[in-house]
């Protein structure tokens, strides 16, 4: 096992693209589009564990750390659900440009320039969102080991990432990234793209159990994303820590 979860190449590959996180019509455009579903998925899931009101700030005294937050894109809707909000991210541009925008959107989240390793907080959240990240990571296993330490027990993390298969090297790769041109060539490694029982595995072994795991599916006639059963390609998953 590694001892850390930085994959150099994945950080510089994303800093150079930093300045693009908040422009919906960018090079994170699929992402904009993913953002809702991700959004409400997370919101349900947790008003359902914590049984909590479905008022305007649902999230009202839940503390949330964003791991892999990029510029912001879902630290900033946690945050409006009246989250108390951490994010981190191993690439300094997208701190920066997530801090930036925090400015416009005047909401308190905490950014640091960092990785789960490195990052030394004492304290320990309800909630962790490992999305679209695990797929970035040097080593999936250490990652897993090293966010579960930031969770409280009966606490929940979401993971959402690509499955390993045909399917998804065919779909996320070469249609998202060659034909469609929604994504830059060589944003995903398919090697690196993770299967759910084997998710599931470095789950348990560190103290995390599945309570659901789902399939997130495009429709191109709708042009948008919706939850399904097909696991195949994209998908999403909340554990509890135990």
């Not at 800093?15 to 991700?38: D, M, Q, T, V």
């Not at 830059?184 to 690196?192: F, L, N, Q, V």
Request: proline letters at 4%; one cysteine or more; charged letters at 30%.
């Amino acid at each position: 096992m590694k001892n850390n979860t930085i994959n150099k190449k994945e950080i510089e590959k994303f800093s150079k693209i930093a300045k693009e996180w908040w422009n919906p019509n960018g090079k994170f455009k699929p992402l904009h589009k993913f953002n809702p579903i991700r959004i409400k998925y997370i919101r349900d899931t947790i008003i359902t564990e914590f049984k909590i009101k479905k008022d305007r700030e649902p999230f009202k005294g839940l503390s949330i750390l964003d791991i892999g937050c990029g510029g912001g894109l879902l630290s900033e809707p946690m945050a409006r659900l009246g989250g108390e909000v951490t994010g981190i991210d191993a690439s300094y541009k997208n701190i920066q440009v997530a801090k930036y925008h925090l400015k416009k959107s005047k909401l308190k989240i905490n950014y640091y320039n960092l990785s789960p390793e490195s990052f030394k907080l004492k304290k320990k959240f309800d909630i962790i969102l490992n999305m679209e990240i695990v797929e970035h990571v040097e080593d999936v296993d250490t990652f897993i080991k090293e966010s579960s330490k930031f969770l409280k027990k009966s606490g929940l993390m979401f993971i959402a990432t690509l499955n390993r298969t045909l399917k998804s090297y065919l779909f996320a790769i070469i249609g998202a990234e060659y034909v469609l041109k929604w994504l830059p060539i060589g944003t995903h490694d398919w090697e690196k793209f993770v299967k759910p029982e084997h998710l599931i595995k470095i789950c348990r072994k560190n103290s995390l159990a599945l309570k659901k795991i789902d399939g997130i599916s495009f429709n191109p006639i709708l042009n948008e994303w919706s939850v399904s059963s097909d696991k195949s390609v994209n998908y999403i998953s909340e554990f509890k820590k135990f």
